[in-house]
C-alpha cells in the first residue's frame, strides 16, 4: 500500500482536518532557526569577545597601577632621602650660624672696651686741643705786640756794637 493511499483513506472532520503546512513557511521557520542559532552564536561570540575586551582592558589596567605604584614609591624614596639630606644640611647650617654669632658676641664684647676708653681719650683730645689753641692765641698776641720798628733799631745797634768788637778779636 502506498503511503499516499493510506491518508485518502482517512476521514476527518472540518476540526480535525490536518492543516496542510506551506513549505515555504517550513522554510522560513528553518531560517528563523538558523537566524536564532547565529544570532546565540554571535551573543556569545560577543560576550567572549566582551570578556577578551574586559580582561585585556584589566590587565593593562592593573600594568598602569603597578606602575603608579612603582612610581609613588620611587618618589616618596627620594622624599625621604632629600629630607635627610636636607636636615643634615640644616644642621651644618644651624651649627655655623651658632658659631658665627658667637664671633660677633665676642667682637661686640671687644668693641665695647675698646669705645669705653674713647670718651676719655675724646676728652683728652679735646682739651689738649683746647690747650694749644689757647697757647698760640697768646703766642700770636705776644708776636702782634713786639714792635717790629723798635726790633729793627735794636737790631742795627746791635750789629753797629758788634761789628767793631768782631774787627777787634779779628773775626
Known sequence: MNNNEDYNDIKFSEDEMPVEQDPVNMDEIQEQENLDDVQEQNRETDTAELVSILVKDHKKLLMTQRITNVAVLVLTLAVVIL??????????????????????????????????????????????IVDSQQGISDALSQINNVDIDTLNESIADLAAIIGPLAKLFGR
Open 83 to 128: 629630607t635627610i639630606a636636607l636636615s643634615n644640611s640644616v644642621t651644618n647650617i644651624s651649627r655655623y650660624v651658632g658659631d658665627t654669632k658667637i664671633k660677633v658676641e665676642d667682637f661686640i664684647a671687644t668693641a665695647n672696651k675698646s669705645l669705653e676708653g674713647i670718651d676719655t681719650f675724646v676728652e683728652n683730645a679735646n682739651k689738649t
